[in-house]
């Protein structure tokens, strides 16, 4: 099957994504079987009542790739099939939103652009809203294009399947989860399959599943994790209990969250209620079936359970073993020898792996470690910067902090962790390199989080002024990394946070200069 690339824009609320070029895959060779004849061309919408970008008149199936990150990639996939009636799809609320969270748990996703009605005029939304006073006449129009997206649907778990290898994914671990239309074609995968397209589990989502006629459970039927919210204005709400209901009845492993509120289309929406969190209930239910194992865990993890490594850090919060080991077996410095720490984050941890040979030719040693915030870097500054005798350290923290990965955002409580760590460098004879925080546009594990690029760049202008005062030396990657946004583009940081090698390229010869800067 031929692979074509477009650029794909994504963000909620239909603000467009620049520059986020994913693999798109055309499902069919040629024209798909059924809608020969179609003649229109897919178009895409935002000026609309629903206040959200939209895709209407799909006569190409396709799927959109987004893979996890390598190190968390757990062998997973979801096929997401966004809503709309089969007239439209919510392409962002629930599809690229829902696929990058999914990421973000190790999960391969694969947004699902399935066949639609056509729609005759430039406002989708419009044309369709008389249509929904009437489910009936809806449900009449939308039938032959019902069945030509089920079969959409089951072409892409037979691609996934198929491809299986490449794209780093478990043929035994491919899902697929929609929302309203999108749960309805879910549910009629699940209903009807053969053996190259039979999901390993389905997640309707506030689906409508009366168009399936009485629900005839499969022999071996997939397990099933079904949600909907019971104010549901399309009345939709005893669709999903009636769902589970008869996955219960022919005893099969079904799972029902139904919340009190929400409404009906709130996928990624944040509300301020309980379906604000429906996704970590989903993980939740991925994790006890065993979906979310890790392919290549770390030592660490590969060493201890998840339930020692929880108390370690309990009882270790800075992670100060992280590096005790590799410390102690580490020689003093020779004399004359310039030895550099580079001291941070993920992004530090994720260098030394992308560039080993930049880090030993240049006698740096990287002392990141994934997920820290400034209060954890400093409480071990004492053993994974000071007792190794640099003659520099170059301190790359913040980024976490404004993730709030250990607690609300304080700039004023960053910034004084690290000239804490300032103050201890100099009293210890050590050069200071202070790097900027990187450009993000949004924080995938975090997407809650709000004015990411604003902040980060208020706080390294503090970081750069602070740098001044002190006489210590200002690393600025943002500038060299960040894009039109203020992100970082996927070139250089798949995921717009953590650096690609390409990105990591960009940041050698900055740092080399700024550390010869330092040692002068």
Same mark, same amino acid.
């Given at each position: 099957?031929?692979?074509?690339?477009?650029?794909?824009?994504?963000?909620?609320?239909?603000?467009?994504?620049?520059?986020?070029?994913?693999?798109?895959?055309?499902?069919?060779?040629?024209?798909?079987?059924?809608?020969?004849?179609?003649?229109?061309?897919?178009?895409?919408?935002?000026?609309?009542?629903?206040?959200?970008?939209?895709?209407?008149?799909?006569?190409?199936?396709?799927?959109?790739?987004?893979?996890?990150?390598?190190?968390?990639?757990?062998?997973?996939?979801?096929?997401?099939?966004?809503?709309?009636?089969?007239?439209?799809?919510?392409?962002?609320?629930?599809?690229?939103?829902?696929?990058?969270?999914?990421?973000?748990?190790?999960?391969?996703?694969?947004?699902?652009?399935?066949?639609? $009605?056509?729609?005759?005029?430039?406002?989708?939304?419009?044309?369709?809203?008389?249509?929904?006073?009437?489910?009936?006449?809806?449900?009449?129009?939308?039938?032959?294009?019902?069945?030509?997206?089920?079969?959409?649907?089951?072409?892409? !778990?037979?691609?996934?399947?198929?491809?299986?290898?490449?794209?780093?994914?478990?043929?035994?671990?491919?899902?697929?989860?929609?929302?309203?239309?999108?749960?309805?074609?879910?549910?009629? $995968?699940?209903?009807?399959?053969?053996?190259?397209?039979?999901?390993?589990?389905?997640?309707?989502?506030?689906?409508?599943?009366? !168009?399936?006629?009485?629900?005839?459970?499969?022999?071996?039927?997939?397990?099933?994790?079904?949600?909907?919210?019971?104010?549901?204005?399309?009345?939709?709400?005893?669709?999903?209990?009636?769902?589970?209901?008869?996955?219960?009845?022919?005893?099969? !492993?079904?799972?029902?969250?139904?919340?009190?509120?929400?409404?009906?289309?709130?996928?990624?929406?944040?509300?301020?209620?309980?379906?604000?969190?429906?996704?970590?209930?989903?993980? =939740?239910?991925?994790?006890?079936?065993?979906?979310?194992?890790?392919?290549?865990?770390?030592?660490?993890?590969?060493?201890?359970?998840?339930?020692?490594?929880?108390?370690? =850090?309990?009882?270790?919060?800075?992670?100060?073993?992280?590096?005790?080991?590799?410390?102690?077996?580490?020689?003093?410095?020779?004399?004359?020898?310039?030895?550099?720490?580079?001291?941070?984050?993920?992004?530090?941890?994720?260098?030394?792996?992308?560039?080993?040979?930049?880090?030993?030719?240049?006698?740096?040693?990287?002392?990141?470690?994934?997920?820290?915030?400034?209060?954890?870097?400093?409480?071990?500054?004492?053993?994974? $910067?000071?007792?190794?005798?640099?003659?520099?350290?170059?301190?790359?923290?913040?980024?976490?902090?404004?993730?709030?990965?250990?607690?609300?955002?304080?700039?004023?409580?960053?910034?004084?962790?690290?000239?804490?760590?300032?103050?201890?460098?100099? /009293?210890?004879?050590?050069?200071?390199?202070?790097?900027?925080?990187?450009?993000?546009?949004?924080?995938?594990?975090?997407?809650?989080?709000?004015?990411?690029?604003?902040?980060?760049?208020?706080?390294?202008?503090?970081?750069?002024?602070?740098?001044?005062?002190?006489?210590?030396?200002?690393?600025?990657?943002?500038? /060299?990394?960040?894009?039109?946004?203020?992100?970082?583009?996927?070139?250089?940081?798949?995921?717009? $946070?953590?650096?690609?090698?390409?990105?990591?390229?960009?940041?050698?010869?900055?740092?080399?200069?700024?550390?010869?800067?330092?040692?002068?």
């Amino acid at each position: 099957m031929k692979k074509a690339f477009i650029i794909v824009a994504a963000l909620l609320l239909g603000v467009s994504l620049e520059n986020q070029a994913q693999q798109v895959i055309p499902l069919y060779e040629g024209k798909a079987p059924g809608s020969e004849n179609w003649t229109w061309s897919e178009q895409e919408y935002s000026n609309n009542a629903f206040k959200t970008r939209v895709i209407y008149n799909v006569v190409q199936p396709t799927l959109t790739v987004y893979l996890p990150k390598p190190e968390l990639a757990t062998g997973t996939a979801v096929i997401v099939a966004p809503g709309g009636a089969f007239h439209i799809l919510s392409i962002d609320n629930e599809g690229i939103d829902v696929a990058k969270w999914l990421n973000s748990k190790g999960i391969a996703a694969f947004v699902l652009k399935y066949r639609l $009605v056509r729609s005759l005029t430039d406002n989708p939304v419009a044309e369709l809203m008389p249509k929904m006073q009437d489910f009936k006449k809806l449900d009449e129009i939308n039938a032959p294009v019902v069945e030509m997206a089920v079969a959409d649907g089951k072409k892409a !778990i037979e691609y996934v399947r198929s491809h299986a290898k490449e794209l780093d994914i478990l043929p035994n671990q491919i899902g697929i989860m929609g929302f309203s239309a999108g749960g309805a074609l879910t549910l009629g $995968v699940g209903l009807s399959y053969s053996a190259a397209n039979r999901p390993d589990f389905i997640a309707p989502i506030y689906p409508k599943t009366d !168009i399936f006629g009485p629900l005839k459970v499969p022999a071996d039927a997939p397990p099933a994790w079904i949600c909907a919210a019971s104010d549901d204005q399309l009345g939709f709400a005893p669709h999903a209990t009636a769902l589970y209901d008869a996955w219960i009845g022919a005893k099969k !492993i079904a799972e029902l969250h139904m919340y009190q509120k929400g409404g009906h289309g709130f996928g990624m929406n944040k509300q301020k209620i309980p379906t604000d969190t429906w996704y970590e209930r989903f993980g =939740e239910w991925m994790k006890l079936q065993g979906l979310l194992k890790k392919l290549r865990p770390s030592a660490l993890e590969l060493k201890y359970s998840e339930a020692q490594i929880a108390n370690f =850090e309990r009882n270790d919060w800075a992670n100060f073993s992280r590096y005790s080991e590799a410390n102690k077996k580490l020689p003093a410095p020779k004399e004359g020898e310039n030895r550099i720490v580079f001291l941070g984050n993920s992004i530090t941890e994720g260098w030394v792996r992308a560039q080993p040979d930049f880090f030993a030719n240049g006698n740096y040693i990287g002392r990141g470690i994934s997920g820290q915030t400034s209060p954890q870097a400093l409480l071990r500054f004492r053993p994974d $910067v000071v007792d190794l005798k640099p003659k520099v350290v170059v301190i790359n923290i913040g980024i976490n902090d404004i993730a709030e990965n250990t607690g609300p955002y304080n700039p004023d409580f960053t910034l004084g962790n690290i000239a804490s760590m300032v103050e201890i460098a100099k /009293a210890n004879g050590i050069k200071v390199v202070l790097a900027s925080v990187h450009p993000a546009y949004e924080f995938p594990w975090r997407k809650d989080i709000s004015d990411v690029p604003n902040k980060i760049i208020r706080f390294n202008e503090r970081l750069k002024q602070y740098a001044q005062s002190q006489g210590v030396v200002y690393l600025d990657y943002h500038s /060299a990394m960040k894009d039109s946004r203020n992100g970082m583009a996927p070139d250089i940081a798949e995921d717009g $946070v953590h650096p690609t090698l390409k990105g990591y390229q960009i940041m050698a010869p900055l740092a080399e200069a700024a550390i010869a800067k330092a040692l002068k």
